[in-house]
């Protein structure tokens, strides 16, 4: 049982640096998601006014920047995900 802990440990451990990587884009995603809602569009009808004139302010525009990017690597992510796991399904062999 301890040979087999020592193995998964030792298949996790290169993969802190890449896990630390994606959650760091998973958590500014979420919370520009957040931001951007509560700064940017408000829920009122002086929200739903400024709208045009927030949406062109720098930290509306850091925030979409920050949500379409971090939407696109977390798209990568799993992209990477599956392939790595289908390349590894297809060539298991077993013992």
């Known amino acids: ?3 087999i ?3 998964i440990v ?3 451990k290169p993969l802190y ?3 630390y990587f994606y959650m760091g884009w998973i ?3 979420y919370m520009s998601a ?3 809602m509560y700064y940017c569009t ?3 009808i002086w929200g739903f006014f400024m709208s045009p004139f927030l949406s062109v302010a720098p930290h509306c525009n850091a925030m979409r920047w920050v949500i379409y990017e971090s939407g696109t690597i977390i798209y990568g992510m799993w992209v990477s995900i599956g392939t790595w796991l289908v390349a590894n399904v297809l060539t298991y062999k077993g013992n």
């Open 17 to 19: 640096s890449i896990m």
């Open 34 to 36: 957040q931001f951007y």
């Open 27 to 29: 958590t500014l995603h």
């Open 42 to 44: 408000p829920q009122s």
């Open 5 to 7: 802990f020592n193995n």
């Open 10 to 12: 030792a298949f996790i």
């Open 1 to 3: 049982m301890e040979n």
